[in-house]
């Protein structure tokens, strides 16, 4: 062929291929990252009430037998469930669900306010031990001003309302609060976090929406606010009420970071900022009724995760779920984990469970990266027979996931796991080691049958698991005859790849082995 022609020919031919030939492309690395195995990502978890026995203890004064028993119940069911994370009440309200300096044994534990269990435990060490034990996150939640409630036993004398009346503030029927201006409060509750945060391996710290209580505005707060005045104080009552909250929300996050950097702080304010934001909302003013301006800590980065109380159904127009979340999205500027809070227990009796998991679809589309969601609350989730429950299982949590990394907090994985394999019988016996186990939290065993990865997430204390060479499986139709039987396939493990996950959610590198008649160990 002349040069001519073979210059034409070339050139046809790298045309061709730029308008699509498929056969010469190379991947490049965006496909080559999608190749990689890798597990789900997705925050799922549950918040544990304790006020009022909401959740757990079931009842005050159990023996601490009963209420290991049904803390054991609600981890399990959690596990079971591919949670993988709980959200325990620690402080219902200035009364303490573990052991304290600070505040009285809680009524809703002992049946007495101030009473120790007996037998003695404490029950946030034995809570955080048996979740971590099931690669399950734990955080402990709060309510920073919330000092008594009519339905929490007789107060004792070592409850705050008698020890120091003047922070605590008489409200209806019994209630009792405390006033967030006040220094002596900030300063007892920020004292009371942050000495949970020393003393416990919690994984993060919770806030609810309760900043103010619930109400027509009236807080009795007057004497504080003629201290204010006469020290030239020129904010509005209620721009200074939020202000003294708004400082506390900054002083709280800045106080555990210090602590303990790889705690996250999370916050699920009520589900509106403010009505007419989005303007197609209506409802309850936080910012002018519970005195929190919950869309400036969203934006000041002053918390890890926000979980908006989005309370409602989806085509609830004036309180939209997928219109309120949208919005939140918007505003996350510093691109927080945004894991809405949801309704479930109430969803669960009036639809069978198909509001919350369509719920659930859409946090997943209009988070992608690192969607999550937290359940109000787990007793909704310990009926395995209920149609919501049932429809979790086979749908939206039929795999396990990995908590979404916090990269702002903690972005250096672990070093990859050691790995060896050995033949047993028919399977793979695949067994890790690490030389820091101390940094690694849970572990991800990746397999691969004929080309197609899965994955196991198994727990810090795993070492060891046994997997098939081969299996059968049946083959995928879009419709078949009753009469007609049903094609298996018999599909062999190929690869198998381990790795190891910090507690912020940072994942290794993977150390691979291939499977065949002689087995490759170590590689990576």
């Known amino acids: 062929m002349r040069p001519v022609a073979v210059s034409l020919s070339l050139a046809l031919f790298v045309l061709i291929c730029l308008s699509g030939c498929a056969i010469l492309k190379l991947p490049d690395a965006e496909d080559a990252l999608r190749a990689l195995p890798r597990a789900d990502r997705e925050f799922r978890a549950a918040w544990v009430a304790t006020v009022v026995n909401i959740d757990w203890p079931s009842a005050p004064g159990l023996s601490t037998e009963d209420q290991q028993r049904e803390a054991r119940a609600i981890l399990d069911s959690a596990a079971i469930l591919h949670l993988n994370a709980i959200i325990l009440q620690v402080r219902p309200h200035c009364d303490a669900m573990y052991a304290s300096q600070l505040e009285p044994w809680s009524y809703y534990l002992t049946g007495v306010q101030g009473k120790l269990p007996d037998p003695y435990y404490d029950p946030l060490a034995f809570w955080i031990e048996e979740a971590h034990n099931r690669g399950i996150e734990l955080h402990a939640w709060f309510n920073p001003y919330r000092a008594h409630l009519p339905r929490g036993g007789e107060l004792s004398d070592s409850s705050i309302v008698r020890k120091r009346p003047g922070l605590a503030k008489e409200l209806r029927n019994g209630t009792y609060w405390l006033d967030p201006t006040k220094r002596e409060t900030q300063d007892h509750s920020f004292n009371v976090v942050i000495d949970v945060v020393r003393r416990y391996d919690i994984d993060g710290v919770h806030f609810d929406d309760y900043f103010y209580p619930y109400g027509d505005g009236n807080f009795p707060d007057d004497d504080t606010w003629m201290e204010y005045l006469k020290e030239g104080g020129s904010l509005s009552r209620e721009d200074w009420r939020r202000d003294n909250v708004n400082a506390f929300i900054q002083r709280v996050y800045r106080g555990i970071k210090k602590e303990k950097p790889y705690v996250k702080f999370g916050i699920s304010p009520f589900g509106i900022w403010r009505p007419g934001y ?230 290794s590198e993977l150390t691979y082995q291939s499977i065949g008649p002689q087995t490759v160990q170590g590689e990576r």
Do not use: C
């Open 278 to 507: 989005p303007p197609s909302i209506s409802g309850f003013d936080q910012y002018n009724g519970l005195y929190a301006d919950a869309r400036l800590w969203l934006k000041k980065g002053w918390i890890d995760y926000w979980t908006p109380q989005l309370y409602w159904p989806i085509k609830q127009v004036p309180q939209s779920y997928p219109v309120l979340l949208g919005w939140w999205v918007k505003e996350n500027v510093n691109e927080r984990n945004m894991w809405p809070g949801m309704f479930t227990s109430r969803f669960d009796s009036l639809s069978g469970g198909d509001e919350i998991i369509n719920q659930i679809m859409v946090a997943r589309g209009f988070v992608p990266g690192g969607p999550g969601h937290i359940h109000f609350s787990m007793k909704a989730l310990m009926k395995d027979s209920s149609a919501l429950v049932q429809g979790l299982k086979k749908g939206p949590y039929r795999t396990q996931a990995l908590v979404p990394s916090a990269p702002w907090l903690d972005d250096d994985a672990p070093r990859a796991p050691f790995v060896e394999t050995s033949m047993v019988n028919d399977s793979i016996f695949v067994s890790w080691s690490h030389e820091r186990t101390d940094d690694v939290f849970r572990w991800i065993v990746y397999h691969q049958y004929n080309g197609h990865w899965e994955y196991a997430i198994l727990n810090r204390n795993d070492r060891r698991l046994v997997i098939p060479i081969s299996r059968t499986v049946q083959e995928p139709q879009r419709r078949r005859r009753p009469q007609e039987t049903v094609a298996e396939r018999v599909e062999r493990l190929t690869r198998i790849a381990v790795s190891a996950v910090d507690r912020a959610g940072n994942e």
